[in-house]
T-cell receptor
């Protein structure tokens, strides 16, 4: 079946602009995660949605970052007033309901802030 | 934090050799997973080992887990040039809680 998809694949923006990144999880997956990966680094957790529960926003680095999810489908990560340090690959993953949380990743969105 | 830390940071081997990567973590876990990443984009799940398991195999992959030492190893046997990638360990608690990833090992397999 279809995997996790993300759009756009690449985004170049100017400092101070807002950007929206989209994630389409695997159908039926109740959990959805956003991570950030700076060049040559590991994954940094940003936010996590589980079904209809309140999202875990503990990883968001500042109030410029926000995310929404419509039911158990599409999610949008919004970064307002982008800064150069926001440049990174933003990865989305989804996971089915279960005891073990194997995650399925999308290809990521590479964000470059000039 | 239960962050995993892989070592070495980088590993270069000849095709046909075995590659071993290690991961250490700090707190109790439910499971430990290994992922591969090509070209800095999406990660691919390789294998999951539960906290009550000590060893697991999948094809050319062998994973061990020592919960007393809070460490895991990933062995890739008979490596191929296509195995060139970054490998990450990730620790998980029960349910769908977010995984905590290490910084990864960059593996280069030279033909």
């Amino acid at each position: 079946g279809a995997g996790v998809s993300q759009s756009p694949s690449n985004k170049v923006t100017e400092k101070g602009k807002d950007v929206e990144l989209r994630c389409d999880p695997i159908s039926g997956h109740t959990a959805l995660y956003w991570y950030r990966q700076r060049l040559g680094q590991g994954l940094e957790f940003l936010i996590y949605f589980q079904g209809n529960s309140a999202p875990d926003k503990s990883g968001l680095p500042s109030d410029r970052f926000s995310a929404e999810r419509t039911g158990e489908s599409v999610s949008t990560l919004t970064i307002q007033r982008t800064q150069q340090e926001d440049s990174a690959v933003y990865l989305c993953a989804s996971s089915p309901q279960g005891y073990y949380n194997e995650q399925f990743f999308g290809p990521g969105t590479r964000l470059t802030v000039l | 934090s239960q962050q995993g830390e892989e070592d070495p940071q980088a590993l270069s081997i000849q095709e046909g050799e075995n590659a071993t990567m290690n991961c250490s973590y700090k707190t109790s876990i439910n499971n430990l997973q290994w992922y591969r990443q090509n070209s800095g984009r999406g990660l691919v799940h390789l294998i999951l080992i539960r906290s009550n398991e000590r060893e697991k195999h999948s094809g050319r992959l062998r994973v061990t887990l020592d919960t007393s030492k809070k460490s895991s190893s990933l062995l890739i046997t008979a490596s191929r040039a296509a195995d060139t990638a970054s490998y990450f360990c990730a620790t998980g608690l029960s349910g769908n809680t977010p995984l905590v990833f290490g910084k990864g090992t960059r593996l280069s397999v030279i033909a």
